[in-house]
């Protein structure tokens, strides 16, 4: 590689201030040292209700390392084990699964259904290599950067939506399938407007932009309408800012948009999705949103009325799309995203992420047994965009000399019922109840029993947790997840990603991803199974790009403002949590 790379490895770490106090802070952070609570007086945290807002509760820095020009990427030519005729793909994406994620969720299992060593997951079973995750500007990657390595098979920059990092857009592998006569689908427990469904079937510069994305995705698109089939959440951005429920910043109603322009059937409660039958009695082109923004952790919804299952969600996509091509030369491409890991990842909640782990795995089961019976050939391929949280499987919790324990306790996992998320939502919701002054006796009361007992499973609370989560209620998300992490001997590095290579698991006719790839080369398999042109896409898009436009357009042209590099490091962490 030529030295113009360098910047991404210069040590621009600013080199002053690491006094010590702010040594002992990271070490609070990072190395688990006992925390001391330094604010004594009780409920003085309690100004910060007022600004209290759930989307920017944390307090993490995101380090985002200088811009990289340029780099060589070489892939294997080869293309053998391809079927000749009809095939179907199904790609999934746990976002922000590691490897210790694996270890972590097994050994869980294993504990709570009382298994043997060798009964693993279904992944475990799956297993096939592993993907180097870096972006076109950061040693870390973020979910955008990460699936447009997928989507158009290039790096790019953290933020970036299926755009390339000369701004000009990239064609992804669903839109060429689209063109070559596919079927196409989208399935996810985020918005479907967040930046992994984004890259498929829009383009914009900024993951930000999801007014946008919402718009392109059931239509307004340079090439039209590009998917079929849309299953998750993120309700808001399809709703006129007219309408209780909106966070969209104008007044188009992107569900009429999609019914009455683009023949869209749209669906927005269970008791719709459970009429699809799984998917036998299904219309397509079919946008589901079944949340106004994600879905719950899977933990909080062990048997929804409210939300449909993942694997559900999949068979129905799969049942749906297999019948509408069933005279088709052509078969399907699906995206199956396990959306949620990552947010218990950047939530250090473990409990959380055993069990949207579990669900993944049953939905590569799903699909698994989709490929087994199904007479048209093809292929599961299931990766993550990176890792989240720098888990590890062990924490030691005295520093030396105290001797590390060589264990982690999956029962303090199995004891939660709750997400450390939906706890703090809890406590919040407790406190700001309108109508009376909190009592400060009733409050403590809930705290230690409804939400520590009861919530987390915790019986043996100490009065120095309880004093942090009442003095500062806005980061009790990140009290409540330390508290099982702790006790369950579970380590975290950081509230962000990691650059930890992510493994990669597929069905018979994976061969060409065995062993360590770059994430550009799963892109390219995906593009080379379907045997479908990319390239001409892009072509496409960018002779269409000057005289096309949407709603959101304004005078910056459809793939919205161009960032600047504060704002790509602002909006990776923000849009995530
Ligand atoms: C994007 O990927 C394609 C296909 O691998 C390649 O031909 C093209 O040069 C890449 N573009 C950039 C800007 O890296
Ligand atoms: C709603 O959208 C319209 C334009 O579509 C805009 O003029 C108006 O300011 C928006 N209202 C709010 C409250 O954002
Ligand atoms: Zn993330």
Known sequence: MAPAAQPLFADDRPSS??????????????LGNPRKSTQRNRFAGWAQIGLFAWATVATIAVVVLAIVLHQHVSAPKDSKAKPSGKRNLIFMVSDGMGPASLSLTRSYRQFVDGLPIDDVLVLDQHFIGSSRTRSSNSLVTDSAAGATAFSCGNKSYNGAISMLPDHSPCGTVLEAAKKAGYLTGLVVLTAVTDATPACFASHVNMRTEEDSIAEQEVGNHPLGRVVDLVLGGGRCHFLPNTTQGSCRGDD???TQLAQEKYGW????KKEEFDALKLGSAVKLPLLGLFAPYNFPFKIDRPTSEVYPSLPDMARTAIKALEAATQDSDKGFFLMIEGSRIDHAGHANDPAAQVREVLEYDQTFAVVQEFLDRSEVPGVVISTSDHETGGLATARQLQPLPAEPEYLWYPKVLASASHSAEYLAHELMSFITKPGKTPDLKKLEQFVRKDLVVEGLGIADATDAEIDLILNSPLLSGAYFADMVSRRAHIGWSTHGHTAVDVNIY???GSDLLHGNHENIEVGKFLREYLDVDVNAITTELNKKTDSFSISTSNNVGWTGKIPT????????????Y
Not at 17 to 30: F, G, P
Not at 265 to 268: E, F, H, P, R
Not at 565 to 576: G, L, S, V
């Open 252 to 254: 188009l109603d992107v």
């Open 506 to 508: 597929g069905s018979k």
């Open 17 to 30: 201030a690491h006094s010590e106090e702010q040594a002992a802070r990271e070490d609070d952070a990072l």
């Open 265 to 268: 059937s749209y669906i927005d």
């Open 565 to 576: 590099e504060e704002e790509i490091k602002a909006a990776a962490w923000r849009q995530d």
